[in-house]
C-alpha cells in the first residue's frame, strides 16, 4: 500500500493527501500506527505549474494541441525518455513524471531541461508566463 500525505502548519502532523491515504487511516483501529518509508516528493503546485505551462503551449499552437502531447513531446526533447527499438526503427517513449517516480531533487534537476526544450522548441518563456498569471 502506498499513501501519500501532506504536512499542515507548524506542528508538523501529516494529514492525508488523497482519497487513497484517507482510507488506509480509516482502516486502523484506535491505538494501531503505521510503519512509514519516506520519499520526499515535489510539490502540487509544482505539478500544477508545469502542466498549466503544457497547457498554454498546446493553446497557441496551430492547430492546437492538449496538454499531454506536448507534456510527451517535452519530456522526449528534455532526453527523458527510453529508446525502444521497433522492426528496426527507434521509438523514443516518454519516462513517467509520476510522484511516486521522481525525487523533488530528480525533478528539480529535469526541470532545467524541460524548461530549455520550452524555449528551444516551442519559444515559450516560462518566465514571462508566469510573471503574466500573476
Not at 500525505?5 to 503505521?34: D, H, M, N, Q, Y
Not at 497547457?55 to 492546437?64: F, K, L, M, T, V
Request: aromatic share 12%; proline share 2%; with cysteine.
Amino acid at each position: 500500500m502506498k499513501g501519500w500525505f501532506a504536512r499542515v502548519g507548524s506542528t508538523g502532523f501529516l494529514v492525508p493527501a488523497c482519497k487513497a491515504s484517507s482510507e488506509i487511516v480509516g482502516r486502523l483501529g484506535a491505538g494501531e500506527g503505521l510503519v512509514m518509508s519516506v520519499k520526499k516528493v515535489r510539490s502540487l503546485s509544482w505539478h500544477n505549474m508545469y502542466f498549466g505551462c503544457c497547457r498554454a503551449i498546446g493553446q497557441n499552437c496551430e492547430p492546437e494541441r492538449d496538454e499531454d502531447s506536448i507534456d510527451a513531446e517535452l519530456r522526449i526533447r528534455a532526453g527523458h525518455f527510453d529508446v525502444m527499438f521497433v522492426e528496426g526503427h527507434e521509438i523514443r517513449v516518454p519516462k513517467r513524471i509520476a510522484f511516486d517516480k521522481l525525487s523533488a531533487d530528480e525533478w528539480a534537476n529535469l526541470w532545467r531541461k524541460l524548461d530549455y526544450a520550452m524555449q528551444e522548441g516551442f519559444g515559450f518563456d516560462f518566465e514571462a508566463w508566469k510573471r503574466r498569471a500573476a
